[in-house]
Each structure stands twice: as C-alpha cells, then as structure tokens.
C-alpha cells in the first residue's frame, strides 16, 4: 500500500470516526476524570496516561516534517509551530501539573487515544509537508489563514486559562472536586472545551485542508457530548450550582 492510499484511509476513518464517537458519548460517559468508573479494565494514573496518549501528536508530525524538510516552505514549518505549541503544552505542561492524578485511566481509552493522536498526526502532517509543502507566503495574508490564526489563538488561550482556574482549585493532593466559578466559568460549564474546539476549526480554516476539518469535528464530537455530562455532573452533585450558566457557549448552549 502507498502511504498517499493509507493517508486516504485514515482520513476517511477519522471523517467516520467523529460521527461513531459523538453518537457513542452521546449515551456512554468516557470513563476518566469525574466520570471514572470501576468495571473497564487495567488502569494508570491519570498523568501518565495524558502523557502517553498526547505523545504521538508531538512525535509523529516532527518526524514527517523532518523526513521532508528539503522540500517544506516557511508556511508549513509555521502550521508545524503553532500544533507543537499545543501538543508540548497538552502532553507535559498539562499532563505533568494535574491535581488529583492518582484516579485511575483505563487503559483502553489510553489505547485508543493513542491511535487516534497517530491517525491524525499523519494526516495532518502529511498534508502539509508531502501534499502541500509549498504554501506560498501569500497565503499568510489571506483571509482563511487570517480569520483562522486568529480563532486558533483565542481557543488556546481560553483553553489554557481554563485549565490554569480548575487546576487552582485543589492545593496539592487534594482531589475532592469543586466548582469553578471565575473567568469564562462565570458563564458556560466547559471554557476549556470550547476553547480546544475553536482552536482546532481556527486550525482548519488556517490550512484549508481536509485533515484539518476532520481534526475539528472529530475534537467537537468528543467533547460536546463529554461538556453536557460534565453540566449534568455538576448539577447533580451540587445543588447550589448557578442555573444561568450554560453547558458550551454563552447566553446559547
């Protein structure tokens, strides 16, 4: 098989694949975090398994740029720098400063986590740096690169502050949950996951590619289910929890 055929299929497969999750997560609760339940198998701390499910998106793009790096333009070495600064910050700094680690991660989300960070390294990777390699500098003035550097940008640092106000929450080895209530949480339930959700169609549009869009609507497929258990978790288990607040955008959903 070519890998220009096997890129065709990972594709397809991840177009395929969004769809099969978010009706999936629709009634099944991926079992981690403040849904984790007994009864899916071997498990690892909480840490290691972000660790070791984010590591190919770090690895595999590097290696796939490296192998053709006589022929990558500067555009494309630049899309390479804004996933890294994602994939570096979600693989160590993320993973590497939870609270509350010691709950348990089954292995088998860890498994397929790590296939899909494969599946989708290499299409995205070689999109850019085996089919398009040579995006012209002009494209950096257009107004798909613009508009999605742009929405890229504001996703990760809404992201990235998420993370930082429900990580303040717990002091060191506390693991009791509780509920955020500062930042965009004054608002929606799950900034963090709209922020990743805007960054990746931010990434889409930037590149104008295929890998790209299937990249966000698989992201949206895996988390806009997980956004409303996480709503319904916290209304569950706190009765005191603001009414106001919605589940992904504000005012809206």
């Known amino acids: 098989m070519s890998m220009h055929s096997l890129y065709k299929i990972c594709l397809y497969t991840e177009f395929a694949a ?3 999750v978010f009706i999936v997560l629709m009634f ?8 984790y339940r007994k009864g899916w198998g071997i498990t690892l701390d909480s840490r290691i398994a972000w660790l070791i499910s984010e590591l190919p998106a770090v690895l595999l793009i590097a290696i796939i740029l490296t192998i053709n790096r006589a022929n990558v333009g500067l555009v494309s070495v630049f899309f390479f720098l804004l996933w890294e600064i994602h994939y570096v910050y979600r693989t160590f700094v993320f993973s590497l400063r939870l609270r509350g680690s010691k709950k348990s991660f089954p292995v088998l989300l860890i498994a397929l986590a790590f296939v899909f960070n494969c599946v989708n390294g290499f299409i995205n990777g070689y999109y850019l740096f085996v089919l398009h390699p040579n995006y012209n500098l002009i494209w950096l003035f257009s107004w798909p690169f613009v508009t999605g550097l742009i929405f890229y940008l504001c996703g990760l640092t809404l992201h990235i502050r998420a993370d930082a106000i429900l990580r303040s929450l717990r002091k060191p080895n506390e693991t009791e949950y509780k509920t955020p209530a500062s930042g965009a949480f004054k ?8 922020g990743e959700t805007i960054q990746w169609f931010g990434w889409a549009l930037m590149t104008f590619s295929l890998p790209g869009l299937a990249f966000a609507l698989f992201t949206m497929a895996n988390l806009l289910p997980r956004a409303i258990s996480n ?22 959903f």
């Open 18 to 20: 969004a769809a099969i």
């Open 28 to 35: 099944v609760s991926a079992p981690y975090g403040k849904h």
């Open 187 to 194: 608002y929606i339930t799950n900034p963090n996951y709209l």
């Open 231 to 252: 709503h319904k978790w916290y209304q569950t288990h706190f009765p005191e929890y603001a009414g106001h607040r919605k589940i992904l955008i504000p005012f809206v």
